[in-house]
């Protein structure tokens, strides 16, 4: 109203940005990549599961830390958005760790004797999570932080060799398995490049707590010296010979996302 009484029109309200509007609301998928890094020691050990003859070797001994970096691990998530500041879903990841010492090619001898070679070890896992968006700073660039909760399966396998028959034969297949609950906190920034396309950077730190372990070996034929063809092997999982241990995870990389409402509003 003016001085006189007669009204004055209103301004017209202007329409909302896509920025705002588009990628704020609605399903949430995103792919990371980038480097894992886990603790180097074995989480399963037993260094009193199996008499002589067979020998243990170094990584169940826990004499020896026989993982490195993942150069690529992967981890991708689906959710929804709820509102333009929090999201949830599941993620599943995925790291296949680097082997030390040469104990992928053979290279490395045990302080017990014998050889170990053809170590692999992978680590997968697959959760829940929330998400929260800081948007009050800048259309474009948000950050946001995310903490994770799910389970976890680790598990590696390699061979010992030794002496046989004046030769170096393979003498026992070892399979290792430790199943835990694994929770993560996540950081990143989303950097906008299209209303419902952002990629950025992320880092995360993750503590895998241990529920069970287990150890298996196969012996091949003929047996080792020494040892009976009809000596059963003590394969166990969760006995008092077994440690399960936690371990922590350091990750980082780069992340890709888009976010597309099915129901605009």
Known sequence: ?????????????????????????GIEVSVRLGFMLADGASPVQAPNLYPHPISVGDILSGRVSPYGL?????????????????????????ASFQANDGL?????????????SQLQRQLWTLGAYGRYYFTQ?????????????????????YVRLGPQGGQTVEQESYYLEEKGIVARLTAGLDWRLAPVFALGP??????VVPLSACVEVDIPQPPPPGM???QSIPNTCGGSTIQANGYGVVAGGLFLKLTIDPWPR
């Not at 309200?13 to 588009?22: E, H």
């Not at 993942?70 to 995925?94: C, D, I, N, Q, T």
């Not at 992928?104 to 050889?115: E, I, K, P, T």
């Open 202 to 207: 992320w880092v995360s730190y993750e503590r």
């Open 228 to 230: 009976n063809p009809d």
């Open 1 to 25: 109203w003016t001085s006189r009484g007669t009204a004055t029109p209103r301004a017209a309200q202007l329409p909302t940005s896509a920025w705002d509007r588009a990628g704020m609301h």
């Open 70 to 94: 993942e150069p690529l691990g992967l981890v991708v998530s689906a959710g929804y958005r709820l509102l333009p500041w929090l999201s949830v879903g599941a993620f599943f990841s995925y």
């Open 104 to 116: 992928d090619a053979g290279d490395y001898l045990d302080q017990v004797g014998g050889n170990t």
């Open 137 to 157: 700073f800048h259309r474009r660039l948000q950050p946001w932080v995310e903490l994770g909760l799910g389970y976890s399966d680790d598990n590696a396998n």
